[in-house]
């Protein structure tokens, strides 16, 4: 176990970035089609292909998840996606056509400094295009992908990943990239919302502060205005349904409430894709159901502290210092 959502056999994950526009891509690629859905608690989420992820819906497995920046322009990155699953024949087959299943979502870093003016192209195609070409079981955390321009308030955003197995032996991971309008940290200090699901270190092992700061529960935005995203996967090896993964996903977004403070704002775009590879040989019960969505919880809110403490400095970033510089860990 490497503590990424790779661990789950079955899954890669793929990055790209641009300095200059100081924005990226993130895509995770399934080895064989899953079964997926969503839950949207953010107010003003970016979304491509999400209907589709409804239990009624006819679509019951998909190719890959793509994460990006770039707000409503990031959405492009699913064609590039698209594009390089056509070459390996991937597709939902309508007679004798294939037609890659690719959702994806994307967060609004689109002030963060990086220069924007990309004429009549945005680089999100090229972007998707090769971070799926790239997906492997190794990847990097916290500015790479859609976490490479990432924000939060008065820190720098990023990528994360982790995983976790249930009591009987089920995978559990989850990737994310952090865009909050808010703190990650209590108050002004070092010490993460997301402390009591750490496991091993993996975000400092600071653990929580002995007193807690006289600002930890006051609102502090990045903007006054809340017009940011933390999008997020989740996934797990269970056998599932897609109205169950359903119900996985909505259990999940518990973990952004877990791990950052506000959560689910009304102009935040707070996103969790919920896949199954179904390659456990156990039957999944409702108490495996109950202790995966748990455990996608907390994998969720341990990646959100994992990504904003791996997050380094970027040169076109506008945000204040990384959570590395600033606490000297």
Not at 8 to 37: T, Y
Not at 40 to 54: C, K, N, Q, V, W
Not at 211 to 226: C, S
Not at 241 to 262: N, S
Request: with cysteine; proline share 6%; glycine share 12%.
């Amino acid at each position: 176990m490497n503590n990424l959502i790779t661990d789950l056999p079955g899954l890669r994950v793929g990055a790209a970035q641009d300095v200059k526009v100081a924005s990226g891509v993130s895509v995770l690629v399934f080895e064989e089609p899953a079964i997926a859905s969503i839950a949207i608690h953010g107010g003003g989420p970016a979304l491509r292909d999400s209907a589709l992820l409804e239990p009624e819906m006819t679509v019951e497995k998909i190719d890959a998840l793509v994460l990006s920046g770039g707000s409503a322009f990031g959405l492009d990155a699913a064609g590039g996606v698209m594009a390089w699953l056509a070459q390996a024949g991937r597709g939902f087959a309508v007679d004798d056509v294939r037609v890659p299943i690719a959702p994806g979502a994307s967060l609004f870093d689109l002030l963060n400094g990086g220069d924007k003016n990309w004429g009549r192209r945005p680089p999100y195609w090229d972007l998707g295009f090769e971070a799926a070409a790239s997906a492997a079981k190794d990847f990097a955390l916290g500015s790479a992908g859609a976490g490479y321009g990432a924000t939060i308030c008065e820190l720098n955003g990023g990528l994360g990943s982790t995983s976790a197995m249930t009591s009987r032996g089920f995978l559990v991971g989850a990737l994310v990239a952090v865009n909050a309008v808010g703190r990650a940290t209590r108050g002004s200090g070092p010490h993460f919302w997301a402390a009591p699901y750490e496991r091993g270190g993996e975000f400092g092992g600071l653990g929580v502060p002995d007193k807690t700061p006289a600002d930890a529960l006051a609102m502090r935005l990045k903007h006054d205005a809340p017009a940011n995203t933390t999008i997020a996967i989740v996934a797990t090896d269970a056998r599932l349904t897609k109205a169950q993964m359903k119900r996985v996903a909505i259990m999940a977004q518990d973990g952004i409430a877990l791990a950052l403070r506000p959560a689910h704002a009304p102009m935040d775009g707070d996103v969790v894709f919920a896949a199954t590879t179904a390659r456990a040989a156990a039957e999944p019960d409702v108490r495996d159901l109950a202790e995966i969505g748990m455990l996608a919880a907390e994998c969720l809110a341990r990646a959100i502290a994992r990504g904003v403490y791996e997050a380094t400095p970027t040169p076109n970033s506008a945000a204040s210092p990384s959570w590395r510089e600033r606490y000297g860990r």
